[in-house]
């Protein structure tokens, strides 16, 4: 089985930063296409941030700038850099990723998210 933990959400003030974290564990053999997607209140869920192949990065329009991804292959973790947050970033933030556990077929995981709330 594997899981995604994501960590880092918090309440900042407009303007802040946040990191969020998101390790995969349990029978991992590689981790492809690691991505951040947020949620908020009444909204879809939209990509923020992922890696796809050849680590080419893509960003939703709203984030270019200002957020970073990165990962840590060797510990399978990404990460999210927020930075100059506006209110309209509050959003539960989820970590998504495939994962084989046999080195032949990928299954796609979702994390069970982290709030980040942007408010004075």
């Known amino acids: 089985q594997v899981q995604l933990v994501e960590s880092g959400g918090d309440l900042v003030q407009p303007g802040g930063s946040l990191r969020l974290s998101c390790a995969a564990s349990?029978?991992?053999?590689?981790?492809?296409?690691m991505a951040w997607y947020r949620q908020a209140p009444g909204k879809e869920r939209e990509l923020v941030a992922r890696?796809?192949?050849?680590?080419?990065?893509d960003y939703a329009e709203s984030v270019k700038g200002r957020f970073i991804i990165s990962r840590d292959s060797a510990k399978n973790t990404v990460y999210l850099q927020m930075n100059t947050l506006k209110p309209e970033d509050t959003a539960v933030y989820y970590c998504?990723?495939?994962?084989?556990?046999?080195?032949?077929?990928?299954?796609?995981?979702w994390g069970r998210g982290t709030q980040v709330t942007v408010a004075s």
């Open positions: 998504n990723a495939d994962v084989s556990s046999d080195g032949l077929v990928y299954k796609n995981y």
């Open positions: 349990g029978s991992i053999v590689s981790v492809f296409a």
């Open positions: 890696f796809t192949t050849g680590d080419h990065l």
